[in-house]
């Protein structure tokens, strides 16, 4: 059911995972009005990366509302991003990143103004709700409170809009893998060369190399990881066609990225790219052994190893 709303929509209460009654009303909203950018997809084993919750795509600053009746048990900041966290009985639903209206211990009804969507959690939108629902430790699809209700959280138009990205996404060549930071990988390929010290394949002296090679054939498409703006693009000797892209906050963090070695790009400094979006294909210009991807990353603008970012 991945990626398909209708199929949330129409088979949760098929599916059994509505939570049973636990005395307090069972009534539940959706806490933004938005389309579903982002299923819930938790991970196999606890300690792997998902999706814990699902995303809902609405505007900054959008009202966000208690899904039900509950007590706020936590309204702070977590990891550089504020959350806030309520009980229902032996659920718990969360809701980030959110500047919360509502403090730790403050009863709320069902539909009640809890904060104000912030951005930073990234999603295929610029600004969208992470809506998350645990029972104990375990997470559960948030959408399931919803299956017996009357809200319609997306409208016909937004199911066609979400199916038409995921379309698009898959003939990109995405690999359908996201990083707990959020980002694709941008191309399909060998992981060659990590990002560090290294005897230098050209000169045969030790160097600091600043990337991650990874190597597949000429031509491969490389994809934007996470939506962003083209800031640079230019040849250069050493790292060939090379193309620069700001993602401006992705996981609270500012990031920028960069692709090297490439056949050219399709796109041009100043275009907004989508994750996923196809910007170029692999080559092997400038200093280069043979068709592959030098890809950089950076940090708050430091340049930073690319790989634990990957998936
Ligand atoms: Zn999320
Ligand atoms: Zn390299």
Redesign the pocket.
């Known amino acids: 059911m991945k990626h398909i709303l209708v199929l949330a929509l129409v088979f949760l209460l098929s599916l059994g995972v509505v939570p049973e009654a636990h005395g307090a009303s069972l009534e539940a909203v959706a806490p933004v009005v938005g389309d579903v950018v982002r299923d819930f997809d938790p991970p196999a084993q606890p300690w792997l990366a998902g999706h814990r919750g699902v995303d809902l795509s609405t505007r900054y600053g959008a009202q966000v509302l208690s899904a039900m009746d509950g007590v706020v048990s936590f309204a702070g900041m977590v990891a550089g991003r504020p959350v806030i966290s309520i009980r229902h009985g032996d659920l718990t639903t969360t809701y980030e990143p959110v500047w919360a209206v509502v403090r730790a211990g403050d009863p709320v009804s069902v539909g009640q103004i809890i904060g104000n969507l912030s951005d930073g959690h990234e999603c295929p939108q610029p600004t969208c709700l992470h809506w998350g629902l645990k029972r104990g430790e375990t997470y559960l699809d948030p959408l399931s409170l919803l299956g017996g209700g009357n809200v319609r959280l997306i409208t016909a138009e937004g199911v066609e809009a979400v199916r038409r990205r995921a379309a698009e996404l898959r003939m990109s060549g995405w690999d359908g893998r996201i990083s707990s930071s959020g980002l694709i990988n941008p191309t399909s390929g060998t992981i060659t060369?990590l990002y560090g010290l290294r005897l230098h394949p050209v000169y045969g002296v030790w160097r600091f190399?600043d990337?991650l090679?990874i190597a597949t054939g000429c031509g491969t498409p490389l994809l934007a990881v996470a939506a962003g703006r083209v800031t640079e693009s230019y040849y250069n000797s050493g790292y060939g066609y090379r193309l620069v892209i700001d993602h401006g906050r992705v996981s609270g963090r500012d990031l920028k990225t960069s692709y090297n070695h490439a056949q050219g790009y399709s796109v041009r400094v100043g275009d907004q790219v989508r994750q996923g979006q196809v910007v170029g294909t692999v080559g092997t210009t400038g200093t280069s052994t043979g068709c592959h991807l030098?890809f950089q990353t950076w940090i708050g603008g430091e340049l930073v190893n690319p790989k634990p970012l990957l998936p």
Do not use: E, N, P
């Open positions: 060369s190399h990337g090679d030098h």
